[in-house]
């Protein structure tokens, strides 16, 4: 793996971070993700409670997307800026 030092000003940024974060350009371009190495505060748990999953899973009105069409749509909005 190589290693890229970061300036003073991005570590600092990056330091604040609690959560993974995509890192782009000023023009919107992905360089690639970060993240932290706070292993302890990384909860990965549902922020939601088990009732509330079980109570969406169940709501037959809602609309579900599959990976695929979910990045489909990025991919076509992000063409279109």
């Known amino acids: 793996m190589s290693i890229l030092i970061a300036d003073d000003q991005l570590a ?3 330091a604040r971070a609690d959560w993974p974060v ?3 350009t ?10 932290p190495a706070k292993p302890a505060n990384h ?3 549902p922020r939601i409670s088990e009732e509330e999953i079980q109570r969406r899973l169940a709501d037959s009105d809602s609309e ?5 069409q979910v990045e489909s749509k990025l991919r076509e909005l992000r063409g279109s800026r």
């Open 12 to 14: 600092a940024k990056l």
């Open 64 to 68: 579900s997307f599959t990976a695929g």
């Open 43 to 45: 909860n990965l748990e």
């Open 26 to 35: 000023r023009d919107g371009r992905r360089l690639g993700y970060f993240c």
């Open 22 to 24: 995509e890192i782009c």
